[in-house]
C-alpha cells in the first residue's frame, strides 16, 4: 500500500494528506455516534490525541513519543 500512496502522491500533491484527514474525520465521526450495532462496527479502533504531541494514536502516548523518551532515557546525561 505504501508503494501505491507513494505513487499516488507523486501523480497528485497532496493525496496522502487527504487521506489522512479523511481516515481522522471518520474516526471524529465514529467517536460522536451511538453504541455500535454490528461485528464491523464494534472492530473498529477509536484515536485519541497522544498526551505529548497530540497525533492520533490508540495508546495514551504514540509510538513516536514512546520512543523518543525510551531514547532520552537512555542517554546519560
Known sequence: YKEVLNRLETESPGTKQYFYWGFLEKQRKQGATS???????????ILHPCMSCGQ??????????KLMARAKSAVPH
Open 35 to 45: 453504541a455500535p450495532t454490528t461485528m464491523a462496527e464494534k472492530d473498529q479502533t
Open 56 to 65: 492520533p494514536t490508540t495508546a495514551e502516548s504514540c509510538s513516536y513519543c
